[in-house]
Antibody, heavy 117, light 113 residues
């Protein structure tokens, strides 16, 4: 069974930093692009960032460009998202997703990031 | 960026009736290399992550009930739920995976009338 498990979410002050991780299992991680999607409380889904199968291409939403950095370690089946200069509007559940020809599937359960003083 | 616009924002339908959700993209998401529309629909129930329902605009994901169907091409798409069941109460999102950033519609809240 394909599975993604996020971790690293926490309460952090505005301006702070955080590193999210996503551990993949049940599929050949190194052959798929993987992405981060977030959902603020009571709001819709927002694409955040993504990375190609071997890390050669990265993608960012304008709202996080120059503040967030996506990376992956294929030897550890793990996706990362480094969050810097955090703002209150970054408060959200951050989901890790696998990209395929059929869209985003599966989704992890998410990890909650709260940015507050 | 491709903007995805869903309508309506919310919808109340009686049990056993049909529900229709529309999605419009600001540019075509038809990928000529595979002759497919790079458009997916997701269902999100309260407290859960989204679940893939439909991909390539009209292909039902394995295990998804036949009452869910997708249609459309280019820039205009529709998700139809025939004979609404109580367990279909959820938020529904369309999503384009044609070009990065892979954007989502704002969501449609489906309730029972």
């Amino acid at each position: 069974e394909e599975q993604l498990v996020e971790s690293g979410g926490d309460l952090v002050q505005p301006g702070g930093s955080l590193r999210l991780s996503c551990l993949a299992s049940g599929f050949t991680f190194e052959t798929y692009g993987v992405h981060w999607v977030r959902q603020a409380p009571g709001k819709g889904l927002e694409y955040v960032s993504g990375i190609s199968s071997h890390g050669g291409s990265t993608y960012y939403a304008d709202s996080v460009k120059d503040r967030f950095t996506v990376s992956r370690d294929n030897s550890k089946n793990t996706l990362f998202l480094q969050l810097r200069s955090l703002r209150t509007e970054d408060t959200a559940i951050y989901y890790c997703v696998k990209a395929s020809r059929s869209g985003f599937d599966p989704w992890g359960q998410g990890t909650l990031v709260i940015v507050s003083s | 960026d491709i903007v995805m616009t869903q309508s309506p924002d919310s919808l109340a339908v009686s049990l056993g009736e049909r529900a229709t959700i529309n999605c419009k993209s600001s540019q075509s998401v038809f990928y000529s290399s595979n002759n497919k529309n790079q458009l997916a629909w997701y269902q999100q129930k309260s407290g859960q992550p989204p679940k893939l329902l439909i991909y390539w605009a009209s292909t039902r994901e394995s295990g998804v009930p036949e009452r869910f169907s997708g249609s459309g091409s280019g820039t205009d798409f529709t998700l139809t739920i025939t004979s609404l069941q109580a367990e279909d109460v959820a938020l529904y999102y369309c999503h384009q995976y044609y070009s990065t950033p892979y954007t989502f519609g704002q969501g449609t809240k489906l309730e029972i009338k």
